[in-house]
T-cell receptor, first 115, second 113 residues
Framework: DAGVTQSPTHLIKTRGQQVTLRCSPK?????VSWYQQALGQGPQFIFQ???????QRGNFPDRFSGHQFPNYSSELNVNALLLGDSALYLC??????????????FGSGTQLSVL | QQQVKQSPQSLIVQKGGIPIINCAYE??????FPWYQQFPGKGPALLIA?????SEKKEGRFTISFNKSAKQFSLHIMDSQPGDSATYFC????????????FGTGTRLTIIP
């Protein structure tokens, strides 16, 4: 049983460019959350998708957007990249509702470098 | 605003010792407190979690102690091994559906032989 898979593993972009990161949730999971982990920091919540809709959003600008597909996979898009967007982007999946399943499973992340 | 404060930032312990990592929170609506372990190049993995209706939870060599009145919780690793060397994050969440996790800043633990 594959866990959470993310692609690509590494990415280098230039300021002002746009990037798309991809995530496939763990089998049986229908909820996908995205987190940004800056170097030496804890992950910070970006947003969460369930039933193809953004259900919650953290304190991130509109340059960060996402999408969830009918097969529950998800994309994170970042427009107009800034140097400060350089980070490890983590995807986490879970089942809804969390009242009965509280475990989040994380992928290994996409390391984004903005030059 | 950081809602979960974690200390220390780094910790070096000899094999067999008991590293202790501490976290404090501000939001009294938090009612689920997990600890995650992260190895270099990997995503965080759930280690152990506790709810505030108990003061202690043990799973194998890992123990969470919880002090609701002080709004503090800690992770203890018994009989630590070099393979436990990793970064540990505490986190907290309210229990209203799929609420987001708020993470601490992490503790880099090194277990020396």
């Amino acid at each position: 049983d594959a866990g959470v898979t993310q692609s690509p593993t590494h990415l280098i972009k230039t300021r002002g460019q746009q990037v798309t990161l991809r995530c496939s949730p763990k089998s049986g999971h229908d909820t996908v959350s995205w987190y940004q982990q800056a170097l030496g920091q804890g992950p910070q919540f970006i947003f969460q998708y369930y039933e193809e809709e953004e259900r919650q959003r953290g304190n991130f600008p509109d340059r960060f957007s996402g999408h969830q597909f009918p097969n529950y996979s998800s994309e994170l898009n970042v427009n107009a990249l800034l140097l400060g967007d350089s980070a490890l982007y983590l995807c986490a999946s879970s089942s809804n509702p969390t009242a009965t399943n509280e475990k989040l499973f994380f992928g290994s992340g996409t390391q984004l470098s903005v030059l | 605003q950081q809602q979960v404060k974690q200390s220390p930032q780094s910790l070096i312990v000899q094999k067999g010792g008991i590293p202790i990592i501490n976290c404090a929170y501000e939001n009294t609506a938090f009612d689920y407190f997990p600890w995650y372990q992260q190895f270099p190049g990997k995503g965080p993995a759930l280690l152990i979690a506790i709810r505030p209706d108990v003061s202690e939870k043990k799973e194998g060599r890992f123990t969470i102690s919880f002090n609701k009145s002080a709004k503090q919780f800690s992770l203890h690793i018994m009989d630590s091994q070099p393979g436990d060397s990793a970064t540990y994050f505490c986190a907290a969440r309210t229990n209203f559906g799929n609420e987001k996790l708020t993470f601490g800043t992490g503790t880099r633990l090194t277990i020396i032989p």
